[in-house]
């Protein structure tokens, strides 16, 4: 979608996205992650954000909603939202399909917003096609490199305010940042409103899936490949930022 979203509201979604990366890192109930790079630590995810911004709230409700709708072909409902960073130097994803972290739901759509410009040397997202179908995955949750290695992989290189639809069981990955320039990016995830999967179920079970694991994560799939940073503060019950 070469015109998501306009030039305004694209200088204010950076704007949105410049306030939460300042967020302290574990100051958001949610997850405010950081992570190690040669440059030092830095803010990579902001997870569930418009459950404090009222800006990205209205714009994940209202018009990347009607895309998702459009995408599913019924009434959407946004069920999760997240602000990937990826600093110079920040770490990729291994190949997943979104799928298998939402259980319950059977069908998903998630709506990548480039906001800065996502190039392969900023370690933009690749995607596969003509995949229906959850495919094997190790322990992690990540494809087994046996098949991501028979797929068929292009990147998708967009321009702030552009945007690419990611259907629920479409195998994506994306590299570590080598460019000199941030590589932000906003992905809103749908489901159809008939399936009656909530913001509130979904991460009532993330949080159940996080706190079982000792691993450093900031998925529910252990795709990161990220090294973890100390969070500054810890916010159990409520956001501290």
Known sequence: MRAALDRAM?????????????WPAGSHVWGQYAEQTDHGPVICRTENASACHAGLRR???????????SALGQEAVAFKD???YKHPGGAGFSPHQDLLAYPGVARVVSILVAIDECRVDSGCLWMADGVDRLLPVDERGVVLADVADTLHWDPVELGPGEAVCI????PHYSEANRSRASRRVLVASYAPSVERYTREQYY???RASMNETKDFRISTLADFEGTEAP???TAADGCAH
């Not at 694209?10 to 300042?22: D, G, K, S, V, Y």
């Open 204 to 206: 009532s079970a993330r």
């Open 82 to 84: 997240k602000l990937n």
């Open 59 to 69: 714009l994940i409700d209202g018009d990347l909603r009607d895309v998702a709708a």
């Open 231 to 233: 969070a500054v503060v």
């Open 10 to 22: 694209t200088a204010a979604l950076q704007e949105w996205a410049a306030e939460t990366e300042a």
């Open 167 to 170: 259907d629920g069981l479409a």
